[in-house]
């Protein structure tokens, strides 16, 4: 068996988008306000977890960003409305929809792993149109805590009845290829922004800049 599992935010789908499409109302802070957004966000679900509490992704995503505009004030309230909106929606990488059907025509199986909320994923995989070549969207929402847990890894060998070994976990966040890693995972790492490499006890099976090359090696 061969299967292929994907992280969502940030390896499927582009987290700044939301901002990118009302950039001209943000202003100039829109570049910090989203990198901020994203860091609180990823923040909460760690501490969260940590403290032994869950709330979902969507109220995760929404408090991140009500921190973000409250440290960089100034932007018009109306925008709050529209980013989530954005957010719920979010664009996919141009090679997301690419890879995911040349996995499929080579008769892999994939599916996704996510923070997020089933409804967020619904919303973001309807929106990308990657629905049909999905097997499984797979939520952290059904063990009530987030990633890194080892736990929620388990969710991809339990629905596919497979061997960590069988599969091939591919992020953009490398603290996720490292989760990956230390659940027997062959973890792939999608560097798309050429940041340096950590969590070296802890190495990706490969380094990829971006998805297009993948399927090459499936």
């Given at each position: 068996?061969?299967?292929?599992?994907?992280?969502?935010?940030?390896?499927?789908?582009?987290?700044?988008?939301?901002?990118?499409?009302?950039?001209?109302?943000?202003?100039?802070?829109?570049?910090?306000?989203?990198?901020?957004?994203?860091?609180?966000?990823?923040?909460?679900?760690?501490?969260?977890?940590?403290?032994?509490?869950?709330?979902?992704f969507w109220w995760?995503?929404?408090?991140?960003?009500?921190?973000?505009?409250?440290?960089?004030?100034?932007?018009d309230e109306s925008?709050?409305?529209?980013?989530?909106?954005?957010?719920?929606?979010?664009?996919?990488?141009?090679?997301?929809?690419?890879?995911?059907?040349a996995l499929k025509?080579?008769?892999?199986?994939?599916?996704?792993?996510?923070?997020?909320?089933?409804?967020?994923?619904?919303?973001?995989?309807?929106?990308?149109?990657?629905?049909?070549?999905?097997?499984?969207?797979?939520?952290?929402?059904?063990?009530?805590?987030?990633?890194?847990?080892?736990?929620?890894?388990?969710?991809?060998?339990?629905?596919?009845?497979?061997?960590?070994?069988?599969?091939?976990?591919?992020?953009?966040?490398?603290?996720?290829?490292?989760?990956?890693?230390?659940?027997?995972?062959?973890?792939?790492?999608?560097?798309?922004?050429?940041?340096?490499?950590?969590?070296?006890?802890?190495?990706?099976?490969?380094?990829?800049?971006?998805?297009?090359?993948?399927?090459?090696?499936?």
């Amino acid at each position: 068996m061969s299967v292929f599992i994907f992280d969502a935010y940030g390896t499927l789908f582009d987290v700044h988008a939301a901002i990118a499409r009302h950039r001209d109302q943000v202003g100039s802070d829109a570049d910090r306000i989203s990198a901020l957004w994203r860091t609180k966000q990823l923040e909460y679900t760690w501490t969260l977890t940590l403290a032994g509490h869950y709330r979902d992704f969507w109220w995760v995503t929404e408090r991140a960003l009500d921190y973000s505009l409250a440290l960089i004030p100034g932007i018009d309230e109306s925008v709050r409305a529209k980013l989530l909106d954005a957010y719920f929606k979010l664009d996919a990488f141009p090679d997301a929809r690419s890879t995911l059907r040349a996995l499929k025509s080579k008769g892999r199986e994939t599916g996704i792993l996510s923070n997020g909320s089933p409804a967020m994923l619904r919303g973001a995989v309807e929106a990308a149109g990657i629905g049909n070549d999905l097997d499984v969207v797979l939520s952290v929402d059904t063990m009530k805590m987030f990633k890194p847990r080892p736990e929620v890894y388990r969710l991809v060998t339990d629905h596919f009845k497979c061997k960590p070994a069988d599969v091939t976990f591919v992020s953009s966040n490398r603290w996720d290829v490292m989760a990956g890693v230390s659940v027997g995972f062959r973890a792939l790492w999608v560097n798309r922004t050429n940041m340096p490499d950590e969590y070296l006890d802890f190495p990706a099976a490969q380094t990829l800049r971006d998805l297009g090359s993948l399927a090459e090696h499936a």
